[in-house]
């Protein structure tokens, strides 16, 4: 999909994305990761954000010696965030019916946001983009490069309507799902196309013998 949607003009106001919502670190997972008895929970990790939506959970659940009142602060709801900070790759995905509950996990962050002021896939679809890209540069501090939460919260939404929010992402949604059900349909075709020339092959090999 096209990015020049997102050449704002540079008169357009903007608005800080922390104050649409609020903006957290995912649960650093490893530190209370266990095989002994704990709660199996879905993490949701950068591996989940391919998608504008996150539509299924992640499998196999984990078990988490931790407290409950941790686990809430982490679990996700619908319509949140999860956005990558860590990796050179920048996504961002919405939490749907079937992904809420799950837990964030150490490489992403989430931003729960007012749904009166922004539209979460809006706000995906923006992260997503090149013109995001040029602005949340990774840090490269350590082995893997990664995005700072400051970096997040001070980032400048261009403070567009609600409908024209909503128009936008849709375009995107729509896109994205036609794009899908076309790889669908190629890989359907290709399938076909591989069982029809084996078929051939055999008959063909039981003809010589």
Request: hydrophobic share 40%; aromatic share 6%; glycine share 4%.
């Amino acid at each position: 999909m096209a990015n020049d949607l997102f050449m704002f003009s540079s008169n357009l106001e903007v608005c800080l994305l922390k104050d649409l919502g609020k903006i957290s670190y995912g649960l650093p997972v490893s530190r209370y990761q266990t095989d002994k008895e704990g709660s199996p929970v879905h993490i949701i990790n950068v591996s989940n954000l391919n998608s504008l939506k996150i539509e299924e959970k992640s499998e196999p659940p984990i078990k988490l010696n931790i407290s409950l009142p941790t686990i809430k602060r982490y679990e996700l709801e619908i319509d949140d965030v999860v956005i990558s900070v860590r990796g050179r790759s920048l996504k961002a995905s919405v939490v749907t019916a079937i992904s809420q509950g799950s837990i964030a996990g150490s490489n992403v962050a989430f931003f729960r946001p007012n749904k009166n002021k922004i539209n979460p896939l809006f706000v995906a679809v923006l992260i997503r983009s090149q013109w995001a890209e040029k602005i949340l540069t990774p840090e490269s501090s350590g082995t893997i490069p990664s995005i700072r939460i400051t970096q997040l919260r001070d980032l400048k939404i261009p403070t567009v309507d609600l409908f024209t929010q909503n128009n936008i992402a849709e375009i995107f949604w729509s896109h994205e799902c036609l794009t899908k059900k076309e790889k669908e349909i190629l890989e359907t075709r290709q399938k076909l196309i591989d069982s029809a020339l084996e078929d051939i092959l055999i008959q063909k090999n039981g003809e010589s013998l």
